[in-house]
């Protein structure tokens, strides 16, 4: 009887002690190559990660805001409730910030991240160059030229595009986003994002802003004055004053367009769409090589030029569209430039200092 108690015993006790011997996290759980995480992306945790992109939010996104690490947080895939202090800005600037514009560097991705959260300026900054402010451009001015713009990035697949316009010897414009696809703020300490900038900038890339392009991708006709002004300047914070934006949804109004004219800044829509996003896939890419063939294929350098736009945060636009558009374009004599190069607009007017 002695015996048969003292085997149930052992018995009972046998799972909590092998649960109990369990490391933290599963057993599949290992380090995420691309910033997703979670069951449902094959386990990936956020642990490794560089600085504090540690948290994997219930949305299976690595990031460090309070979005990531608070209500949701997955703990079996990165820490939790410890979010940084330098977590996302709100979407209204704070009472008692510092007045003034932020300081802005050569660089673009080298403005120190300790600086406080802007006050939006008032007034009216100076006009340089010969493009109009506050107006929508649609096409480019210099003939023959092409200009690849890509918007919403850095993302995980912008490196492998870097690599891929280095390789083809082309320069591109990206439009990029202060805090968009709960990947946490560019500047945050030891964002992968800043370093991306950075090397884009370093290879020749013009850096632009884009609300989805500026800092939170809000919608500029529904904010007031001041959070307008303010999601341009928290961008300009992060990085440095540009002179060229392309407003989310394509939605910049009277009064939107008022509030840029201001700031400085062109204006930038498209005349070239791929509708990348909505053929994200092997398949479905083909309709945008399609687009692509169809509007280039045939036209004349002399009399035509194109301002086209995709998005490096999609990936058959990084693997499959990018390199075909761009031997599509040389096979029918267009050069490919920076935005500011297809405007005639001097390299010296695309960044304030």
């Known amino acids: ?92 600037p704070p009472t008692g910030t510092p007045t003034g514009t ?41 003939k023959g030229t092409i200009a690849l713009t890509y918007d919403d990035g850095p993302w995980i697949y912008t490196s492998r595009l870097l690599d891929i316009l280095r390789n083809k010897g082309v320069k591109a414009t990206f439009f990029v986003t202060g805090n968009n696809l709960d990947k946490g703020a560019i500047d945050a300490p030891g964002s992968q994002w800043r370093s991306i900038i950075a090397r884009a900038y370093s290879e020749g890339h013009q850096i632009a802003s884009h609300t989805r392009h500026s800092w939170d991708h809000l919608d500029m006709d529904t904010l007031s004055e001041t959070n307008r002004r303010f999601q341009m300047t928290r961008l300009e914070q992060a990085l440095c004053i540009r002179t060229y934006m392309r407003p989310p949804y394509i939605r910049c109004e009277n009064a939107c367009r008022r509030t840029m004219a ?77 935005l500011g190069e297809c405007m005639n607009d001097p390299e010296a007017n695309w960044y304030r200092t």
């Open 262 to 338: 201001d700031l400085g800044y062109h204006v930038i829509i498209w005349d070239l769409n791929t509708d990348d996003y909505n053929n994200d896939s092997p398949q479905l890419i083909e309709n945008s090589k399609r687009i692509v063939r169809d509007e280039v294929v045939g036209t004349s350098p002399a009399n035509m030029n194109f301002m086209s736009i995709a998005h490096d945060i999609h990936e058959q636009t990084v693997v499959s569209l990018t390199e075909y558009q761009i031997d599509i374009g040389i096979q029918s004599g267009y050069q490919h430039v920076r």
């Open 1 to 92: 009887m002695f015996t048969n108690k003292l085997l149930l015993s052992l018995l009972l006790s046998l799972p909590f002690a092998l649960v109990s011997g369990l490391p933290k996290e599963p057993l599949f759980s290992r380090d995420s190559p691309n910033g997703r995480c979670g069951a449902q992306f094959s386990g990936y945790s956020c642990t490794s990660l560089p600085g504090t992109y540690q948290c994997c939010s219930q949305y299976n996104w690595c990031g460090e805001t309070l979005g990531h690490c608070g209500t949701g947080c997955q703990p079996a895939y990165g820490r939790c409730n410890g979010a940084s202090s330098s977590s996302s800005s709100p979407t209204t």
């Open 102 to 142: 932020p300081t802005s560097t050569t660089n673009p991705a080298s403005t120190s991240t300790s600086a406080p959260t802007p006050t939006p300026p008032s007034g009216t900054r100076p006009k340089i160059g010969n493009l109009p402010y506050g107006m929508d451009i649609f096409s480019c001015i210099k």
